[in-house]
């Protein structure tokens, strides 16, 4: 297992000498609003706090962002504490096992969402070379949410990319072009097989513009913009749909069986209204800009969730050489907590009813697919520890083996992420006290067949 | 010792954050939660938890805000799942819901899978979530605003619908 090379330190960085010359000024204070810890009501005969290293401290930002290129080399974007909060790019070369010297992606620090459902995204490229010439640098793009001091749900959606290997970093730039402080945040950074950059994120400016007017809108939208310039310009924004859950990710994947230029699909937690106008959170799928005005999003699963409440749990998308749709989520189910998967077929019609994934604590699903074979990772909190566990099909998904667990972790994690490098699976975790992980999900030999950028 | 200075300073300068905050944010350790339960036996209560990430929430805890306002008799339990160091963002919010001047807690460990499973392992982390706690502690877990109506069924089995003291 490679080392963990990099561990997020939780507080931030202050010098001792400011905190002496603040202390005196603060101690009347202090007493005044945050009371210790052990001031707590209801304390007679406390024992020893469960071990946590991490009591105490502000959440830390574990989601890290991760991609192969299509060389081998694994890049990597995450929050540095350690460099003022700026988000870092480094890579690997050996999977996981040693990393670069960071390299800077915002010269000027700025607030970086990079927790739970919210995740810095990365991804790589080498430029197509003529034949017998060397082989140019890597292209990066980096996308992030940058939220608003003391505003909240609200952020805007940032990018910047490198075309010198990761060496620099251009300015980052705002994509979404309403700038108003609301929700512009939980952004998704896709790239088609034409080199199209697609960048997805949960939009609130209708429903602000409702509001203004006096009328309710029902919760959030999706907007979308598109590079055609290998990301050194983003086009007008557009509406993919609008009623969509407010915190929730979204899950974009190319479908290799669309026509040539088609945008991603897309599959997101949507709030449809039943016949009482009550909120259904299911999943909407449909690609990016593929929904007629003033129809509702066809659905990619439809539990009838019935709830005014943010969930907080984001869907997985893998979609097969044939346009077979593999899909995973988190709905309550009548009252159970349940993760599920299902198989549609490029129409969207179900494959098979869905299934029960994992355990009552199953949650976080990611998915990977390459040709009739199907990854499926998640990860479960079982009071003690969390385990990321994965199962695998090699039938498109009609069949799976058992589950077994990839990587545990004592402390404070990110959500599971499942990469690919030229056909092959690996996770991508990133946990407090163990730190980065890169774990393959398949034994070293060949895969029996690599198709990674046929489509 | 450095370290350890540089984390007492960072929870002073939190402090400074909020000067207007008259009531107090405590961190929720593990073990703390069964501690509140304990403190409670016998007594009907509510615990609610909300966050800074969640606009349904403003709504949920306005009402419940109002309504521990009006009656002094309704014990409410308000837990942030956010991190101490958004003080200064959730005191406003707590503000509005009148809970100003009330001891409210914030999610202080930095797993916070563990807080909630320690609260509730069928609960997944959607906000907000209230649990009704009778006298004998049965509680009616509500995820999503809580209805008026269930409210009123809860303070009315509970003895504790005061005249003109809830008005949702």
């Known amino acids: 297992m490679p080392a963990p090379l990099f561990r997020i330190v939780a507080p931030r960085p202050l010098s001792v000498g400011s ?5 005196p000024l603060l101690s009347a204070l202090f007493a005044a609003t945050i009371p210790p810890a052990r001031a707590h009501e209801g304390h007679e005969g406390h024992g020893a706090p469960t071990a946590s290293k991490g009591a105490k401290a502000p959440r830390p930002p574990l989601a890290v962002g991760a991609a192969f290129d299509g060389s081998g080399r694994l890049w990597r974007v995450r929050v540095a504490p ?287 697919v390459r040709g ?51 056909g092959r699976p690996y996770l991508s975790w990133n946990s407090q006290p163990e730190g980065y992980r890169l774990i393959a999900l398949e034994s070293p030999e060949p895969p029996a067949a690599p198709a990674p950028h046929r489509h | 010792m450095t370290r350890l200075l540089a984390r007492f300073a960072a929870l002073l300068l939190l402090g400074a954050a909020l000067p207007a905050l008259a009531g107090a944010l405590t961190p929720l350790q593990p073990g703390d939660y069964a501690r509140i339960k304990s403190a409670r036996s016998g007594k009907p209560f509510i615990v609610t938890l909300w966050g800074l990430d969640c606009p349904y929430c403003k709504g949920n805890l306005a009402m419940l805000g109002a309504a521990a306002k009006a009656n002094r008799q309704l014990d409410l339990v308000v837990i942030a799942t956010d991190t101490p160091d958004d003080a200064a963002a959730l005191a406003p919010l707590l503000r509005q819901a009148g809970l100003g001047e009330r001891r409210t807690w914030v999610f202080g460990d930095a797993a916070p899978e563990r807080l909630r499973f320690e609260i509730d392992r069928q609960w997944h982390g959607e906000m907000p979530r209230t649990y009704l706690f009778d006298a004998d502690h049965q509680a009616t877990a509500v995820s999503g605003s809580l209805a008026a109506e269930d409210f009123h069924l809860w303070l009315r089995r509970n003895g504790l619908e005061a005249p003109r003291a809830v008005r949702p």
């Open chain 1, 82 to 368: 350690e460099q003022g909060g700026r988000l870092v790019v480094d890579h690997s070369d050996d999977l996981g096992a040693h990393f670069s010297a960071p390299v800077a992606v915002n010269a000027v620090p700025e607030p970086v969402a990079a927790e739970g459902e919210l995740r810095p995204d990365i991804l790589a490229a080498l430029p197509d070379a003529p034949a017998g010439t060397a082989p140019p640098p890597a292209q990066v793009w980096v996308a992030w949410t940058s939220p608003l001091a003391n505003v909240p749900y609200a952020g805007h959606v940032r990018f910047a990319r490198s075309t010198d290997g990761g060496h620099s970093f251009s300015a980052p730039i705002t994509v979404n072009d309403d700038t108003a402080p609301i929700t512009h945040r939980f952004q998704t950074l896709s790239r088609g097989p034409d080199g199209r950059l697609y960048l997805a994120w949960i939009d609130k400016r209708e429903g602000e513009a409702a509001k203004r007017q006096g009328q309710a809108y029902r919760g959030a939208a999706i907007y979308y913009a598109e590079s055609r310039d290998d990301g050194a310009t983003f086009g007008a924004n557009a509406r993919h749909a609008a009623h969509t859950c407010e915190c929730c990710r979204i899950a974009l994947a190319n479908d290799p069986a669309a026509p040539a230029g088609s945008r991603p699909l897309a599959l997101w937690r949507h709030v449809y209204a039943d016949a009482q106008g009550k909120s259904i959170r299911d999943h909407g799928l449909a690609p990016l800009g593929g929904i007629a005005d003033g129809t509702e999003p066809p659905k990619g699963s439809d539990d009838r969730w019935q709830v005014d409440a943010c969930p907080h749990h984001g869907p997985a998308l893998a979609v097969a050489g044939d346009g077979t749709r593999h899909l995973a989520w988190f709905n309550l189910v009548g009252a159970a907590p349940s993760l599920q998967y299902q198989a549609l077929d490029r129409n969207g019609a179900p494959l098979a009813p869905p299934r029960r994934v994992g355990g009552e604590l199953a949650s976080h699903p990611a998915l990977f």
């Open chain 1, 372 to 422: 009739d074979a199907v990854w499926l990772a998640w990860k479960e909190f079982d009071g003690q520890a969390t385990r990321v566990f994965a199962q695998h099909s090699t039938d498109g998904g009609r069949t799976w083996d058992t589950p077994r667990p990839l990587a545990e972790s004592g402390g404070a994690s990110d959500h599971p992420q499942l990469i690919g490098d030229r």
């Open chain 1, 19 to 23: 905190a002496l010359f603040v202390l």
